[in-house]
């Protein structure tokens, strides 16, 4: 099988790549392989059952066409101070000109002209007056809200598309390595459907973009071909989630309030991210049954809580250099006290040293929008840098917005974000290994949609020009 690009991955970096050479009229032959199910057969049973199944294969919120985004918030920030270092890499001026560019591919296909943080800038100014108090900045950032439902529609009308153009995509493929000679990248090996065996495909280009789900694999395929790589960040932390009443100022003045801070005594990076209001607390499965938590929000459907993530950002290089390894091991931890389910506690128990039991859950005004978590004792298995860092964040919180730090307010383990390793690149998204690209969350390079879908168009414009050349 001989193809001229080939991507493995149906995430948004994938995605656009094959959308952006479409639209330069590239006449390539493309194809696409993911290991999960076209848009149309992602369904998580939960919703029905009423708790996670731990679907098999593969999760379906994780994995299948447009990855994890699917079934995510939705969110797309449209500033380059937000998703990731790809400005560093190719320049903060031409980062912005590729979000431009694609939120405009987003809107096209149905996003919401509606772009959330834009108004009430007195209500901002106030806002960003209480960071500086707290010793917090707060990050401007528009944000274009999708919605769960609404971005399963746009990636499903996407999908068709491509097909309509003549990409194909071929569903329940996993890639198991990469094919290489004389140094350069001429295709992968995949493993056939219900493990049949497997199958070499060849390609002049091969794009890699896994997502953060594929980040440890990619790892280790980096090590097996000597494609040059660093370790990067691994982010562990917690969803919190509080009532909407607790946020309604924030809600209604961003959205989504982007706050970094540097706490005491480690003066670690840590940072909100994710922010949903009026939205769910969700669980997503990985393939080694590491349960981790989530969250998201619909368009139409709200909660009566808000939550976001508060993730304390942790580098290791020498001499012990796997990031993804630790995070896991720390998630692993976790899902054993919870007996292969999510940790749930109350801030307030946390500070006086006891465990929240399950009856205590429902005596407060936060209700768990996760009914399935199990109440414990999350500092059994939070590492004590990484617990000191969100709770001291926490604390600085409460003077951004009141009531945060309530001893009600319910935090969610493990939140581990695998962006850890890093692809070393050129500007022009070249890699030491002729042929081979690595885009998207599991590249090291970006963090979250819109910055993954803007390096997929920056990819799919390069090789467009290639091919006129």
């Excluded at 001429?186 to 219900?194: A, L, T, W």
Aim: net charge neutral; proline share 4%.
């Amino acid at each position: 099988m001989v193809y001229d690009l080939v991507i493995v991955g149906a995430g948004p970096a994938g995605i656009f790549t094959a959308l952006e050479l479409i639209r330069k009229g590239s006449q390539r032959k493309i194809l696409m392989i993911e290991k999960g199910s076209p848009m149309e057969k992602r369904h998580c049973p939960k919703p029905q059952v009423g708790r996670c199944v731990n679907c098999r294969p593969y999760c379906h919120i994780t994995t299948g066409f447009a990855g994890a985004g699917a079934f995510s918030d939705g969110k797309l920030s449209l500033s380059r101070e937000v998703g990731g270092q790809l400005p560093e890499l190719v320049g903060e001026d031409y980062c912005q000109r590729l979000i431009d560019y694609t939120d405009s591919i987003y809107l096209e296909f149905g996003a919401d002209t509606h772009i959330e943080g834009l108004e009430q800038s007195d209500k901002i100014k106030e806002i960003r007056k209480r960071a500086i108090q707290a010793g917090l900045q707060l990050v401007d950032c528009p944000i274009r809200h999708m919605g769960t439902e609404k971005a399963q529609e746009i990636y499903g009308a996407i999908q068709r598309y491509l097909l309509e153009e003549g990409v194909e995509i071929r569903f329940g493929v996993n890639c198991v390595n990469l094919l290489l000679e004389n140094s350069r990248c001429v295709g992968v090996v995949v493993q056939k459907p219900n493990g049949t065996g497997e199958e070499e495909i060849r390609a002049k280009d091969t794009v890699v973009a896994t997502g953060r789900r594929g980040a440890d694999w990619l790892e280790k395929i980096c090590q097996e071909h000597h494609i040059a790589h660093q370790p990067g960040t691994v982010d562990i932390g917690v969803r919190v989630e509080v009532r909407n009443e607790v946020m309604e100022e924030v809600n209604s003045a961003l959205y989504e309030s982007k706050l970094i801070g540097y706490p005491h005594p480690f003066k670690d990076k840590v940072r909100t991210f994710c922010q949903n209001p009026g939205g769910f607390v969700s669980q997503e499965n990985y393939d080694n049954d590491l349960a981790v938590v989530n969250g998201h929000s619909y368009k139409d459907r709200k909660s009566q809580n808000t939550n976001l993530s508060i993730l304390s950002s942790h580098n290791f290089n020498h001499p012990f250099n796997q990031p993804i390894a630790y995070a896991q091991k720390i998630g692993e931890l976790t899902n054993m006290l919870a007996n292969g389910s999510i940790l749930v506690q109350r801030f307030g128990d946390i500070l006086d040293g006891k465990r929240t039991w399950e009856k205590e859950l429902y005596r407060a005004n936060v209700r768990p929008t996760l009914t399935d978590a199990v109440a414990g004792d999350i500092t059994n298995a939070m590492p004590y840098r990484a617990m000191t860092n969100i709770i001291n964040f926490i604390q600085a919180m409460e003077l951004v917005v009141p009531g945060f730090a309530a001893p009600e307010t319910l935090l969610y383990s493990p939140e581990l974000k695998f962006y850890s390793n890093r692809v070393k690149m050129d500007d022009k998204l070249n890699t030491n290994i002729k042929g081979f690209y690595s885009l998207g969350d599991s590249s090291g390079w970006t963090r979250g949609l819109m910055m993954a879908s803007a390096m997929g168009v920056m990819l799919g414009d390069k090789l467009a020009q290639e091919e006129k050349a």
